[in-house]
């Protein structure tokens, strides 16, 4: 259970099951693994201990976070329907309008024509004039 790296969990728009990466950051074995690389291009370059090794680490760093960063980030938003839940803190209504592009695809593609329907929420039509009337945008549900 400590060492897996990816968490099992459902998607908040279509419930699908489906993987993210747990990790977000770097860690330890991400930094020892960055301190090994630079001693090894130390050594591969220099044949000695250079303190630009210093250089050649905080580089390896910097490559292993941006590369965790982006696998969390990528594993984060919801293949089937296009759910991203980090957008849609920051602006709610581009996660919508990314959500309803990706569910027309899905429409247009004849792969997906024999395919499993997606389970996703419904709304009634007394409940979409209540939250419209609100102001709370443009909803995305079966009606798709």
Not at 4 to 30: D, L, Q
Not at 51 to 79: D, G, T, Y
Not at 83 to 111: G, H, M, T
């Amino acid at each position: 259970m400590f060492f897996k790296s990816k968490h099992n969990c459902y998607c908040a728009f279509c419930k699908t099951p489906r993987n993210i990466y747990r990790k977000k950051n770097i860690g330890v074995m991400n930094i020892i693994a960055s301190a090994m690389a630079a001693v090894v291009i130390m050594f591969a370059i220099w044949q000695e201990y250079d303190p630009r090794v210093m250089i050649a680490f905080v580089v390896c760093l910097a490559i292993s976070e941006v590369f965790v960063q982006i696998r969390w980030r990528l594993a984060v938003v919801c293949r089937v329907c296009g759910f991203d839940p980090i957008l849609y803190v920051k602006d709610s209504k581009a996660a919508a309008e990314k959500v309803k592009f990706q569910l027309d695809r899905r429409k247009e593609d004849p792969k997906y024509l024999l395919s499993k329907p997606l389970n996703l929420p419904t709304i009634t039509p007394k409940k979409v004039d209540a939250l419209e009337s609100k102001g709370k945008g443009k909803l995305v549900s079966r009606s798709v």
